[in-house]
């Protein structure tokens, strides 16, 4: 699958084809809901299928200083949208000349000219164009004046409501690993390089692969069991603290996976952390040993879940 940006026209063999539309962060089961209906058109009418995410994140745009909330990167939304069946993703850079831009003029430079898409599938809270003027009705009006089919998905939803990425970005706060997973079709992954940290872990016996957290939402601080996914394709099981390590100073925010039964050098890799389950909240320990006591029972609980968590995908 490629990955396109739309500063430019894209290649003759990904015209003409059908684009889902929308931000997909987390492409969460209602995200999926809309790509797969895209591709069941493309399909039948024998078209490409683009995937268009926008990066960055618009409430990223206008509003810097909030607090990280992203589920997904756009590494980890390429992977998705391929296993989709996507041809491609396309990247519209957000920034303020296309925060400024009309509807009517997103959608002709856009859409019309640079694409020349025949279909354009979004869900039915889609807005687009300078102070959100362009709805899915507006949409649908200026895409029929330019030949271009349009179609809304109705939202999904459970017993306890839509699915939404603030959903699971609530239950990933409260600690609720397994809803999130729900909603997300599997477990919130944190993905990143392996850095250096103080060795603190190795010196209490439980080295860990230490990854930044980046422009992630903060899930709940505390100890979670997780899995790991390592370049060579291994997945381990391990334990994981997430969050400043009281019982250390000075404090630093950081995701620490401990992989059982694993030994190897990652430093500099690219892995992904899986948050299977949140055993606990971090707690400060008057000493060392306590610590060391906790870790290794935190270990062996984390070893139970995992082992009753559903089967890898």
């Known amino acids: 699958m490629e990955r396109l940006t739309n500063d430019a026209p894209l290649p003759d063999r990904l015209r003409g084809g059908v684009i889902a539309l929308g931000n997909f962060d987390g492409f969460h089961l209602g995200h999926q809901a809309v790509v797969g209906r895209a591709r069941e058109i493309a399909v039948a009418q024998g078209r490409p299928l683009i995937v268009a995410t926008f990066d960055p994140h618009p409430v990223r745009f206008f509003q810097p200083d909030t607090p990280p909330f992203r589920l997904t990167t756009l590494d980890q939304r390429e992977r998705l949208f391929a296993a989709a069946g996507a041809d491609a993703m396309l990247v519209f850079h957000f920034d303020a000349e296309l925060a400024n831009e009309t509807a009517e003029h997103f959608v002709r430079e856009r859409i019309v000219d640079r694409t020349g898409a025949a279909a354009v599938v979004t869900g039915q809270d889609f807005t687009f164009g300078k102070g959100r003027g362009g709805n899915v009705a507006v949409l649908a009006e200026l895409g029929a004046a330019h030949g271009i089919a349009t179609e809304a998905v109705a939202p999904v939803a459970d017993a306890n409501g839509q699915i939404s990425s603030s959903r699971i970005r609530d239950a990933l706060k409260a600690g609720d690993c397994e809803t999130a997973a729900m909603l997300l079709t599997r477990p919130f992954a944190i993905e990143g390089p392996v850095i250096h940290g103080d060795k603190l872990g190795r010196e209490l016996g439980f080295p860990t692969a ?98 009753a968590a559903p089967a890898l995908p």
């Open 210 to 307: 230490n990854v930044d957290m980046g422009h992630y939402l903060r899930p709940a601080y505390g100890i979670y069991a997780v899995r790991g996914r390592l370049p060579d394709g291994r997945v381990v099981g391990g334990a994981a603290n997430l969050g400043i390590r009281p019982s250390f100073d000075p404090p630093k925010e950081l995701l620490e996976p401990h992989f059982f039964d694993f030994s190897g050098d990652l430093y500099g890799e690219t892995i992904a952390v899986e948050l299977i389950s949140f055993l606990r909240p971090e707690a400060r320990f008057d000493s060392l040993d306590a610590l060391k006591r906790q870790i290794d029972a935190d270990c062996a609980e984390a070893a139970r879940r995992l082992a």
